[in-house]
C-alpha cells in the first residue's frame, strides 16, 4: 500500500517562509506523480503545486507563482514545498498527494493523500 505523510506546518507572520515536506512509502517513489493541495475554512480543496516523476518538470497555481517552489529528492523519497512571501490568504490545511498518472491538476486526479499540515499565516 502506499503512505503519504505532510510535515512542517506551522505558524508565520505575512512576508515569512515554511517549508512543507511530503514523503511516500510502500511503492517506489520515481514511479508516482506528487502534488500539494490546500483546503481553507469554507472553501474547495485546490490545486498549488505539482512535480513530475524525475522533478523535471513543475506547474503552479497562479495564486502562488512566483513565490512557492516545489521539488523532489528522490534519494529521500521527498517531495518538498518551499513557501516564501506568505500571505494571509495562503492559510490553510496543506495535503500532500500522488498518483501513479495524475493527468490532472485536480482532486480528482490523485489517488493517495496525506492526512494535511496546517498552516497559519498571520497579518
Known amino acids: 500500500q502506499v503512505q503519504v505523510v505532510e510535515s512542517g506546518g506551522g505558524l508565520v507572520q505575512a512576508g515569512g517562509s515554511l517549508r512543507l515536506s511530503c514523503t511516500l512509502s510502500g511503492r517506489t517513489f520515481r514511479f508516482y506523480v506528487m502534488g500539494w493541495f490546500r483546503q481553507a475554512p469554507g472553501k474547495e480543496r485546490e490545486f498549488v503545486a505539482r512535480?513530475?516523476?524525475?522533478?523535471?518538470?513543475?506547474g503552479y497555481a497562479d495564486s502562488v507563482k512566483g513565490r512557492f517552489t516545489i521539488s523532489r529528492d528522490v534519494a529521500e523519497n521527498t517531495v518538498y514545498l518551499q513557501m516564501n512571501s506568505l500571505k494571509p490568504e495562503d492559510s490553510a490545511v496543506y495535503y500532500c498527494a500522488a498518483d501513479i498518472t495524475a493527468v490532472t491538476d485536480s482532486v480528482s486526479g490523485y489517488k493517495h493523500w496525506g492526512q494535511g499540515t496546517q498552516v497559519t499565516v498571520s497579518s
Open positions: 512535480v513530475s516523476r524525475d522533478g523535471g518538470s513543475t
